[in-house]
């Protein structure tokens, strides 16, 4: 029988996580259906649930409870993780005056739109004041909260216990390898062709769905909907939403955006339901979250063994554009390596490249090395030093991302971590299972999804990443795996 104060507890900890789910439904509403005239009153209803969401979690009750619960005898598991990760929160969130959670979730709903409008109007101008703004209340934030580096508070959010000083020598030794790399891909002689033709967005999408059914996302349990950047967001384990959005020119474009956002369902649908509402059914971090969703996208989306099985029903879609397309040109098509502007269309070469200048530029900003003005002109010229082409403009530039309009800084280096476990994981999971490749060639996806749903899903926040990483792969987390596969891949590929 669990301990009374600590099931007076969780039914606290699970109203707190009710007013969060309800906020992700209206913020999920407002990138999906939601008409532009209803920013402004969905701003106002964000900012009143997030502050309700701040009393209940900084509450003297749970505040009482915590304490007494630390000291209680004989609690399980479950119970402590559920304390642990309480109380991380809770230390965080009490040294926050409601006020300025309140106006920081205004704000970030208007810097939205602001944001939204200055893209398509390529117009940076109309956008900095609502960044400024966004960037002074999060370093409030972070000197509240307190800590050495402003920007290890704000990524603790995110993957809880990062830093930059660990993270700034594994993307300086990863930038080392991919800058050359990149080179040797731009000098070889193998220059295979963009696939063209038309793709009907009906047919895309029928396709997405195979593929998402084939991953295992549970469509009983999630939708697919249509939004301007593709997202995952999750109200519990039994209601999952994905989006994507189509370019009848591309397929890749949705395809890929699919099977990225369904790997993040898929580790989102496999949190214990019977832990529901409490940090025990959480991702553990946002790093561990886009290893997840880059493994499926990347390793399996744009591997031979995965097209050897779904070629052919690819083709049974668009058969007027594939027919005529043999498997290996297609293959070499949806593998082409080529420096590009927007980070979302990067192939697996360059994409870190993307994450290390946005990393390097919001530490610039934290640590008062650079200003919200400064961006633009910063952004270009590191494309041009990293990647060797410069934006035309600031919508193909500093403006692309969705993350600084909604102020979550600290949050890009999560997308090359993940890339780092991917790889791991998934060496991990061939080391396992030597007959992989021969069940994914088969079109059978089971087997992987069940390990990684074993080795990583279930266990939600019992360990922190790097143990994780620890008990599924046998060690803490080495670069030398995404490295070591990439080569590998590409050097066959371009024949270098
Ligand atoms: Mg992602």
């Not at 403006?399 to 791991?424: E, K, R, V």
Request: hydrophobic share 40%; proline share 6%; aromatic share 10%.
């Amino acid at each position: 029988m669990p301990h009374p104060d600590y099931l007076q507890f969780i039914s606290l900890v699970k109203e707190f996580k009710a007013l969060g789910a309800a906020g992700a439904v209206l913020s999920w509403d407002q990138e999906t259906y939601m008409p532009a005239k209803g920013a402004e009153i969905r701003a106002d209803q964000l900012a009143v649930i997030s502050g309700l969401a701040h009393e209940k979690l900084v509450s003297p009750q749970i505040g009482d409870l915590l304490i007494r619960l630390e000291k209680a005898p004989g609690l399980s598991q479950v119970e402590q993780v559920n304390i642990r990760e309480i109380r991380r929160i809770f230390n965080r969130e009490r040294k926050i005056p409601k006020e300025l959670i309140q106006d920081f979730a205004k704000t970030q709903s208007l810097a939205h739109e602001a944001w939204a409008s200055a893209r398509t109007n390529n117009d940076f101008g109309t956008f900095a004041p609502w960044l400024e703004k966004l960037v002074n209340m999060r370093k409030k934030m972070a000197v509240l909260i307190g800590g050495n580096d402003p920007y290890d508070v704000l990524m603790d959010e995110f993957e809880p216990s990062a830093r930059a000083a660990d993270i700034q020598p594994i993307f300086e030794a990863l930038r080392k390898e991919l800058v050359p790399l990149v080179a040797k891909i731009a000098a070889s002689s193998k220059k295979p062709s963009p696939l063209s033709g038309h793709y009907p967005v009906e047919k895309q999408r029928d396709f997405g769905i195979e593929v998402a059914n084939a991953m295992g996302f549970d469509f009983d349990a999630g939708r697919l909907d249509l939004s301007a950047h593709p997202f995952c967001t999750s109200f519990g384990p039994n209601d999952v939403r994905i989006t994507t959005r189509y370019n009848e020119k591309n397929f890749a474009s949705a395809l890929f955006g699919i099977m990225h956002e369904a790997g993040h369902g898929l580790y989102e649908q496999a949190l214990e339901t019977q832990h529901a509402c409490t940090p025990l059914a959480e991702p553990v971090s946002m790093g561990i979250h886009e290893s997840q969703s880059r493994l499926w996208e990347n390793m399996i989306g744009r591997s031979r063994p995965f097209w050897n099985h779904f070629y052919p029903k690819l083709q049974a879609n668009f058969p007027e554009t594939l027919n005529q397309v043999p498997l290996e040109t297609f293959f070499r098509s949806i593998n082409i390596v080529r420096p590009s502007l927007i980070r979302v269309e990067a192939d697996e070469v360059t994409y870190n490249l993307h994450i290390l200048l946005r990393f390097e530029l919001e530490h610039a900003l934290f640590s008062g090395k650079a200003s919200v003005n400064d961006l633009p002109e910063l952004w270009n010229r590191k494309m041009e030093e990293y990647l060797g082409i410069r934006p035309k403009n600031d919508s193909e530039g500093v403006l692309q991302d969705i993350h600084w309009s909604m102020g979550s800084f600290g949050y890009f280096p999560t997308y090359a971590l993940g890339n780092l476990y991917a790889a791991q994981f998934f060496a991990a999971a061939k080391r396992e299972m030597p007959d992989l490749d021969q069940k994914i060639r088969e079109g059978d996806l089971r087997p992987l999804r069940e390990w990684l749903r074993d080795k990583i899903h279930r266990h939600g926040m019992t360990w922190h990443a790097s143990e994780l990483c620890q008990r599924a792969t046998g060690e803490t987390l080495n670069a030398q795996y995404f490295s070591t596969y990439l080569k590998s891949k590409f050097e066959e590929l371009y024949e270098i």
